[in-house]
């Protein structure tokens, strides 16, 4: 099963191509790099780490 790349941050719905940069935790929420960091790379829907999205080509 292939990641999802979600195409928006689900905080400020900034939009996010597949090639940018963003960040995920294990359950694939997604954020911008400018919310993430205001979270401190902490998920607020589960508590985990956000970690950055492998790019796809």
């Given at each position: 099963?292939?990641?999802?790349?979600?195409?928006?941050?689900?905080?400020?719905?900034q939009?996010?191509p597949?090639?940018?940069?963003?960040?995920?935790?294990?359950?694939?929420?997604?954020?911008?790099?400018?919310?993430?960091?205001?979270?401190?790379?902490?998920?607020?829907?589960?508590?985990?780490?956000?970690?950055?999205?492998?790019?796809?080509?």
């Amino acid at each position: 099963m292939a990641l999802l790349m979600k195409p928006e941050c689900e905080k400020c719905h900034q939009t996010l191509p597949v090639d940018a940069v963003a960040f995920i935790c294990s359950y694939e929420c997604t954020f911008c790099d400018g919310c993430s960091l205001e979270m401190k790379n902490i998920c607020p829907n589960c508590s985990g780490e956000l970690l950055r999205r492998p790019r796809r080509k």
